[in-house]
């Protein structure tokens, strides 16, 4: 049964992130929103935790919380994909079960 963990918290100011890559099984995703999206750029200090994810499974980051936060696609780690909101609807209704990490 997999699952969709929802990270919203910034990598910088709690450590959902880290609890949430510790506690990913086969076929979970990972989607980065709201404050979480700091994660995605590449060369933070934090990117290793999303490359350590991207081993295991997809990640994903909300594109329009990106633009919120004047972060460019460009500047997000290769491998991640990003969605719109449509996609984040159709990601919770592909995976069994949805975990928020708060």
Not at 22 to 41: K, Q
Not at 61 to 66: E, G, K
Not at 77 to 94: H, N, P, S, T, W
Request: aromatic residues 4%.
């Amino acid at each position: 049964m997999s699952t969709l963990h929802i990270v919203n918290k910034s990598p910088f100011e709690r450590n959902a992130l880290a609890s949430c890559i510790g506690h990913l099984g086969n076929d979970d995703a990972v989607l980065l929103i709201e404050d979480a999206v700091v994660a995605a750029r590449d060369g933070s200090t934090v990117a290793p935790l999303i490359r350590e994810a991207l081993t295991n499974g997809p990640v994903y980051v909300l594109a329009a919380d990106l633009a919120a936060r004047a972060i460019k696609r460009e500047g997000v780690i290769a491998g991640m994909k990003l969605i719109d909101y449509r996609g984040f609807v159709e990601l919770a209704a592909q995976h069994a079960r949805t975990q928020s990490w708060l």
